[in-house]
C-alpha cells in the first residue's frame, strides 16, 4: 500500500459565479428608437408653447393644421382647429405658439388674417395667392397676460413699431376719406388714416390719423387740417384756379395739413385733437367769435338761396344765410318767406376819418345800430350769383329812395327790411308794359296803317312817272351841258397851261443868278454913289454958299 503522503495533491474546487447570457445585437435598435423617441417627446414638452384662441368674423383663407401664424415672416405658430363661436356669429381658432412668442400674449397684441387685397388705393398680401393666407400678429407692450383675442376685419394701417404719432380730428361728417387714406404736408405724403368713426353723439365724425417721424412734429398747437378729397375749383377775378393733392385724393380722398402762421407755435402732444376744416380756405379763415341774427321778409320767390348762402355788403361777405321758411301773414292775407341769416361784426371795421372832431359819448347795442342804419336806407335784397346755376345770395346795401319803415328794436331777432330785386324789378316792369299794351287799340292802328299804306303806294307811283320824265326830257339836256362843260374845261385848262409857262419864266427872270438882278444890283450901287455925292455937295453948299459964286475954296487940312 502506497504511503498517502507521497501521493499528489488534489486541487481545491472552487465555485465558480454563474456568467450572465450577452444580448442579442438585434435588439440594440428598439432600444435606441425607445430613447430617441422619448428624448423627442421630452424636447417637445419643453418646447411646447403657449395655447391661444382667435376669434373671427369668418373663417375666409383659414385652414386647421396649416395656417401659420407669422411675426416679420418669421413662422411661431400654427393654427390647430377652428370651430364655430358659441353664438354662431363668428369662428373661434385655436392655435398654438412658441415659447419665443410667450411675450406676445399681453393685453393688447393685435391678430389679423394677411390675404390679397386692395385698401386705400394699395395692394398688399399678393405673396398669399400662392402661398395661402396666414395671420399675422403685430406685439402689444401691455404687462397684462391674455390668452383669448379678437382677430381685426383689415389689416392695421400701422404697427406698433412704427416711429411716429397719432393725432385725433373732429369733423361734422365722414365725407369720401377712408382708412388708408394720405395725409399730405405740403403735398408730401407723410401719414394717413388709421381709424374713422361717427362721434358717439352723433353729431359728427372723427378721424385718427398717422404721423411718421420726422414729420409729426411739424403738427403744432396752430396746425390747420382740412378735407383735401377730390377738386377744388375756385372762379374769382384773378380767373379760375383748381386745387389738388394727388390723383389719389380724387380716388379715395385724403387729408392736409399746415401751420396757421409762421409762428407755428409749441409741438402738439401725441393724440392731440384737432377740428377737421372742410377746405383750405376755411382752414385758414379768420375765426367768427362774435355772431349776430337778423331776420328778412321777403315779398317774393326765394328760389336759388340756400342755406350757407353769403350775406354780401358791397362785394364783402359778412354773414350766411342760417334758415328759410315761408308763414302765412294773417293780418296781410298772403304768404310771406322770413330767412333768418347770421352776421359777424367783427368783419366789419370802424375808421374815424377826423380822430379830433368831438365824438358822441352815447352807446348803441347791436339792434340800435342796426336800426339806425335802416333808418338810413339799410335794405336787404336778393341778388343772382351765378346766371347759369341759378343761385342767389343776400346783399345788405343802402337804398336812400327807399320807404322808411318803423323797427321795432325789441324783436328777437331784429327784423331788416327788404327791397324788391333787380329781377323782380324788370318782371313788374314788364307787367306794366303788358298792360298799357293790352289798352291800346291795335284794330284802329290797323286800319291807320293800311291808309299809310296806301298813300305810300301812290306817292311810289308818282315818284315812278317823275323818274320816266326825268329819262325822256331832262337827261338829253342835262347830257349836252356836260359835254359843253367838258368843252369850257378843256379851254381852262389850255389858259392855265399858259400862264403856267409864263409865271415860270418869270420866276427865271427874277432868279438870283440872273443878268437882269446883277445889272439891277450895278445900278443900284451906282444911284447909292451919286446920292453920296449929292448929300456931299448939299452939306459943302450949306456950309459954304459963297462956293456958287466963288467955287470951292482950298480948305487947309
Keep these: 500500500m502506497a504511503d498517502p503522503t507521497s501521493l499528489p495533491e488534489i486541487p481545491t474546487a472552487v465555485l465558480d459565479a454563474p456568467r450572465r447570457g450577452t444580448l442579442p445585437f438585434i435588439w440594440l435598435l428598439p432600444i435606441l428608437a425607445i430613447a430617441v423617441g422619448g428624448w423627442l417627446a421630452v ?11 382667435i376669434a373671427f368674423r369668418t373663417a375666409e383663407g383659414l385652414e386647421a393644421g396649416k395656417t401659420q401664424i407669422r411675426y416679420k415672416d418669421v413662422e411661431i405658430g400654427v393654427v390647430k382647429s377652428i370651430v364655430l363661436s358659441p353664438d354662431h356669429k363668428g369662428v373661434v381658432a385655436t392655435a398654438e405658439l412658441s415659447n419665443q412668442a410667450e411675450d406676445f400674449l399681453v393685453e393688447d397684441t393685435r391678430f389679423w388674417v394677411v390675404r390679397a387685397r386692395i385698401a386705400g388705393g394699395q ?7 400662392l402661398s395661402g393666407s396666414y395671420i399675422g400678429v403685430d406685439p402689444g407692450t401691455a404687462t397684462d397676460k391674455r390668452y383669448d383675442f379678437i382677430g381685426l376685419d383689415e389689416v392695421p394701417a400701422v404697427t406698433g413699431e412704427a416711429l411716429g404719432r397719432q393725432f385725433v380730428l373732429h369733423a361734422e361728417n365722414l365725407g369720401s376719406i377712408e382708412v388708408g387714406a394720405p395725409v399730405y404736408f405740403r403735398n408730401a405724403q407723410v401719414g394717413e388714416v388709421v381709424a374713422s368713426d361717427l362721434a358717439k353723439d352723433g353729431k359728427g365724425a372723427t378721424f385718427r390719423v398717422f404721423l411718421r417721424a420726422p414729420y409729426d412734429r411739424y403738427v403744432t398747437t396752430q396746425t390747420r387740417f382740412w378735407n383735401a378729397s377730390g377738386i377744388d375749383v375756385s372762379i374769382d377775378a384773378s380767373g379760375v384756379r383748381v386745387r389738388t393733392e394727388s390723383l389719389l385724393t380724387i380716388l379715395i380722398g385724403g387729408i392736409a395739413f399746415q401751420q396757421a402762421a409762421e409762428s407755428s407755435g409749441p409741438p402738439a402732444a401725441a393724440n392731440a385733437e384737432f377740428t377737421l376744416f372742410p377746405s383750405r380756405d376755411a382752414a385758414f379763415a379768420q375765426p367768427d367769435t362774435s355772431v349776430e341774427t337778423y331776420q328778412l321778409m321777403f315779398d317774393q320767390t326765394v328760389r336759388g338761396l340756400s342755406t350757407g348762402a353769403p350775406v354780401d355788403f358791397r362785394g364783402v361777405v359778412i354773414g350766411e344765410v342760417t334758415r328759410i321758411d315761408v308763414v302765412y301773414d294773417r293780418g296781410l292775407h298772403k304768404f310771406v318767406q322770413p330767412v333768418e ?8 371795421r370802424t375808421r374815424d376819418l377826423d380822430p379830433l372832431k368831438k365824438r358822441s359819448t352815447a352807446t348803441f347795442n347791436s339792434a340800435q345800430r342796426v336800426a339806425r342804419f335802416i333808418a338810413r336806407g339799410l335794405r336787404g335784397q336778393l341778388r343772382t350769383g351765378n346766371p347759369l346755376t341759378g ?24 327784423v331788416i327790411p327788404t327791397v324788391p330785386g333787380t ?53 338829253p339836256e342835262l347830257a349836252a351841258t356836260m359835254s359843253e362843260s367838258r368843252r369850257t374845261l378843256a379851254t381852262a385848262n389850255a389858259t392855265l397851261a399858259s400862264a403856267t409857262r409864263a409865271l415860270s419864266t418869270t420866276e427865271r427872270t427874277l432868279a438870283a443868278d440872273s443878268p437882269l438882278q446883277q445889272e439891277l444890283h450895278v445900278t443900284l450901287r451906282e444911284i447909292a454913289r451919286a446920292a453920296a455925292a449929292t448929300r456931299e455937295l448939299t452939306d459943302y453948299l450949306e456950309r459954304h454958299p459963297d462956293a456958287v459964286l466963288r467955287g470951292k475954296s482950298q480948305e487947309a487940312p
Design 43 to 53: 424636447k417637445s414638452i419643453l418646447n411646447q408653447g403657449p395655447t391661444i384662441t
Design 123 to 129: 395692394i398688399s398680401g399678393l405673396a398669399t395667392l
Design 341 to 348: 341769416i347770421h352776421l359777424y361784426p367783427d368783419r366789419i
Design 391 to 414: 343761385q342767389t345770395y343776400v346783399a345788405l346795401d343802402f337804398f336812400p329812395d327807399a320807404k322808411p319803415v318803423t323797427t321795432d328794436v325789441t324783436q328777437k331777432p331784429l
Design 423 to 475: 329781377l323782380e324789378e324788370l318782371q313788374a316792369q314788364l307787367t306794366n308794359i303788358a298792360k298799357k299794351l293790352d289798352h291800346v287799340a291795335f284794330d284802329q292802328l290797323d286800319t291807320d296803317l293800311r291808309r299809310t299804306l296806301q298813300t305810300f303806294d301812290t306817292t311810289l307811283h308818282t315818284m315812278n312817272s317823275l323818274v320816266q320824265r326825268l329819262n325822256t326830257e331832262v337827261a
